[in-house]
Each structure stands twice: as C-alpha cells, then as structure tokens.
C-alpha cells in the first residue's frame, strides 16, 4: 500500500514540474498523453489486477521518461545537449532513450498480462510474442508521429523529433526491439518470482 502512495507522489511532483512551462503546450501533451493513460488504466485495475512492483516501477520510470521529454522536447533535453557537445555529436539523443524504454516497459506489462491471464500455454513463445506486442506498438506509435505530422506542422518536428535523421523511424523501432529483447532475457527470472508471490 505504502509503494502506492510513494509511485503517486513521484508521479505527480514530475507531473506539476513537467507542465510548469513547458516549451511547447500541444507538444507537452502529446508526448505526456501516454503517461496519463497508464495512471488512469492502473487506478482502475489495480484491485482486480494489481501489477508486480517491477512493473509498476518500470511503468513510473517510462512516465518519468515521457514527462521530461514532455516538457522540454525530446530534442532539446537539457543533459542530452550536455552529452552532445561532450563527444561532440550533433544530435541530442533523449528521444532513443524514450524508444528502448518503448520495447523494455510494455515487454514486462505484456508479459505480466500474457501470464497471468494464462494466454500462452507454451513457455518457449512466450518471449517471443512479448517482443512482437513491443514491436507492434513501436510501429503504431512511429505511425501517430506521422499522422501529427500531417495533421500539425507547427508541432510535427517537436512531437517527431528526427533533428534531420533519415533513419530516425528505422532506429527508433530498433531500440525499442533491442530494449524488449534485453527485458524478456534480463528480468525473467526476477519477473517471475514477483508474479508467483501475486498469484
């Protein structure tokens, strides 16, 4: 009960910083949209469905993720220019840091869901229809970025982020299947342990 309340407070402290001035309102919100639908989703379903504590910190870290980059776009995080000019790069790189959080975080709710509700009756899949959902929603989420784009060309580059790389969709989808692969395979064990003591 008390981790309840601790993940609320956190969550709503970067919250109310994150949408203190933002650079940008209508990019704020898109990007912080995805954090909200998580805490709507698990206050609803946290008594039928109460989630592990790795999942429900790994959820809190990727809101995080959403909200810093919410605020001051993904391109501009400050630590991340900070970076770029140290080795001397060109490209602030918080948005692929954003992505390999895309595939680690849903690869651990998806495999929660997937056994607890008992969906797979064969283990050997399991890892592998686990990264197919991560890559499933990296490619539905590089296909809202195009759609926004369309839609907004004042916030397209802010909401896209790309900062003039070619293979930015192509990399972004990459890390997302590197981080749902590195998921499956490094917190397995641990994951499962968590889940037996919830069953």
Known sequence: MAHRGL??????????????????????????????????????TYKKFPLTRLCNGLILIH??????????TYAEVPL???????????RNNYDKVGHFAQGFVPAIVAREILIRHDVINKSA??????????LAIS??????????????DEAAESFLGT????????????????GAILAVTLLKSRHDKQIARLS
């Open 7 to 44: 993940w609320l407070t956190i969550f709503l402290i970067v919250f109310i910083w994150s949408a203190v001035a933002p650079k940008d309102y209508f990019t704020w919100f898109l990007e912080v949209l995805p954090a909200l639908i998580a805490v709507v989703v698990m206050g609803l």
């Open 80 to 90: 991340f220019d900070w970076l770029s000019d140290f080795v001397g790069g060109t």
């Open 163 to 178: 900062q003039g790389f070619v293979w930015d969709t192509q990399s972004d989808m990459l890390l997302a299947l590197i």
């Open 63 to 72: 809101c995080v993720i959403l909200m810093v980059g919410g605020h001051y």
């Open 139 to 152: 490619a539905f989420y590089e296909l809202i970025e195009w759609w926004v784009a369309l839609l907004s």
């Open 125 to 134: 899949w399991l890892g592998f229809i686990v990264v197919s959902i991560c």
